[in-house]
């Protein structure tokens, strides 16, 4: 259980880990907390040649609201948001999600960065951003882009980040009017990750937005779940239907176990939803 | 190799450090301080569970590099803190261990639960020391230890 051997060298600044990243050989890896790589390359199913510790790269543990939304650093740990160290614009849903994330151990490590940027389709944070509608900002040295997390992720691990380029934060649009949402979870063991966990946000003014991960390729939205609970007064028999096609188009291999499973996280979350 | 300068247990110590090298191997091999024990090596099951920088971390997932300049806490730099002493009267008392392997990590967690949660129910610190994985005693007997430890803290004024 040991790693193979790499090579180690701090960023300072932005611009730093980037240049690092591109002078970099065949496999360079970035770390900041280190909870989901560490393990990785001391089991070896992850190799790196370089490791590129961001971890101490002050700016990006910022996180600013303004009237736009807010912009949460990429090095936000798990155990600050569950702490309430930064603004929850959500009615506590930030704080929800970071507290049910594996043990207090791991969360006073783990970024919202390095969840987003590992591409998990069982971790919590990219399902949440992507109920939420974030966007993901990236960097290489001065230049910096803005993408959609649905468009971000696009499979089990993979991301659209190019080879000189890391996760700088992430950004979710505010909106003032008020909010409501759900969350459900199934998971073996408390803090172990989510055999399917599923979030439901609904704005006043605007459809629902129902996100689900877990045991599938790559977290999604469910277009058909979320028309269908827009209409008033939908029948739960209707709702299920539509939930039932979500996840056969965005989980082909699911059987009909995974079916129930997920069918159900998302009915609980868009009940606890509409609870609130 | 990279010099690396830790604060450990009180102590300024100075080491060159393979960067691969966790801080649990560090503690373990290095400064021979054995009190922190090894289980599964990949953030399982915490018993490696030890403070950097006052927070509970899991020395199997932390690389030592990454320590530079930190304060390194392992079990055997409470021996004078008040709330570890407590835990560790109620962990005799309550019977709260038998082979002892995971009792490190549980007295490092369970002390972080008391100072971040006062005086927890049973529920909190069942929910709070899930990640800790205990093989032979059975959760019980350690819930009820880190519960009646609260409880003696509470009803002296606060940790």
Same mark, same amino acid.
């Given at each position: 259980m040991k790693s193979a051997k790499f090579d180690y060298v701090v960023a300072k600044t932005v611009a730093d880990a980037t240049a690092a990243l591109a002078s970099a050989g065949a496999s360079p890896a970035i770390i900041a907390g280190g909870q989901s790589l560490v393990p990785m390359l001391n089991l070896r199913v992850?190799?790196?040649?370089?490791?590129?510790?961001?971890?101490?790269?002050?700016?990006?543990?910022?996180?600013?609201?303004?009237?736009?939304?807010?912009?949460?650093?990429?090095?936000?740990?798990?155990?600050?948001?569950?702490?309430?160290?930064?603004?929850?614009?959500?009615?506590?849903?930030?704080?929800? @999600?970071?507290?049910?994330?594996?043990?207090? $151990? &791991?969360?006073?490590? /783990?970024? *919202?960065?390095?969840?987003?940027? %590992? #591409?998990?389709?069982?971790?919590?944070?990219?399902?949440?951003?992507?109920?939420?509608?974030?966007?993901?900002?990236?960097?290489?040295?001065?230049?910096?882009?803005?993408?959609?997390?649905?468009?971000?992720?696009?499979?089990?691990?993979?991301?659209?980040?190019?080879?000189?380029?890391?996760?700088?934060?992430?950004?979710?649009?505010?909106?003032?009017?008020?909010?409501?949402?759900?969350?459900?979870?199934?998971?073996?063991?408390?803090?172990?990750?989510?055999?399917?966990?599923?979030?439901? @946000?609904?704005?006043?003014?605007?459809?629902? $937005? &129902?996100?689900?991960? /877990?045991? *599938?390729?790559?977290?999604?939205? %469910? #277009?058909?779940?979320?028309?269908?609970?827009?209409?008033?007064?939908?029948?739960?028999?209707?709702?299920?239907?539509?939930?039932?096609?979500?996840?056969?188009?965005?989980?082909?291999?699911?059987?009909?176990?995974?079916?129930?499973?997920?069918t159900s996280t998302v009915l609980r979350a868009v009940r606890e939803m509409g609870s609130q | 190799m990279r010099p690396v300068t830790i604060e450990l247990n009180g102590a300024k110590v100075v080491h060159d450090i393979e960067p691969r090298e966790t801080l649990a191997d560090f503690v373990r091999e290095q400064c021979r301080l054995t009190a922190t024990h090894l289980g599964c090596e990949h953030g399982a099951c915490g018993a490696c569970t030890v403070l950097v920088n006052d927070k509970p971390t899991r020395s199997c997932l932390r690389l030592a590099v990454m320590c530079e300049g930190c304060t390194v806490q392992t079990l055997e730099g409470f021996r004078d803190d008040r709330v570890m002493e407590t835990l560790r009267r109620q962990f005799h008392e309550c019977h709260a261990l038998q082979c002892g392997f995971c009792t490190p990590g549980m007295l490092v967690m369970a002390r972080d639960i008391l100072l971040r949660l006062p005086n927890p129910d049973e529920q909190i610190v069942r929910r709070e020391l899930s990640g800790q994985i205990c093989r032979c005693t059975g959760y019980a007997n350690i819930i009820n230890a880190v519960v009646a430890a609260g409880r003696e803290i509470g009803s002296a004024g606060g940790a």
């Open positions: 992850a190799f790196a040649d370089v490791l590129i510790d961001i971890s101490g790269i002050e700016e990006l543990r910022e996180t600013s609201l303004t009237t736009n939304g807010i912009t949460i650093g990429a090095l936000t740990t798990h155990a600050a948001i569950e702490d309430g160290k930064i603004p929850d614009p959500f009615r506590g849903l930030l704080r929800k @999600v970071a507290s049910g994330i594996s043990y207090r $151990s &791991i969360r006073n490590y /783990g970024t *919202v960065g390095g969840s987003v940027a %590992l #591409a998990d389709p069982a971790a919590d944070w990219p399902v949440c951003f992507m109920a939420l509608g974030a966007n993901v900002c990236i960097a290489t040295g001065e230049v910096s882009r803005s993408q959609a997390i649905t468009e971000f992720i696009e499979s089990q691990y993979i991301t659209s980040l190019r080879k000189d380029e890391i996760v700088i934060g992430l950004h979710i649009a505010r909106s003032d009017e008020p909010q409501r949402w759900g969350l459900h979870r199934v998971a073996r063991k408390n803090g172990a990750f989510a055999d399917s966990i599923a979030i439901a @946000v609904q704005r006043d003014n605007e459809p629902p $937005s &129902i996100a689900l991960g /877990g045991a *599938v390729q790559r977290p999604f939205l %469910l #277009a058909a779940a979320a028309r269908q609970l827009s209409r008033r007064g939908t029948p739960e028999i209707e709702l299920r239907a539509a939930i039932a096609q979500d996840v056969r188009a965005n989980v082909p291999e699911a059987d009909s176990y995974l079916m129930r499973l997920h | -």
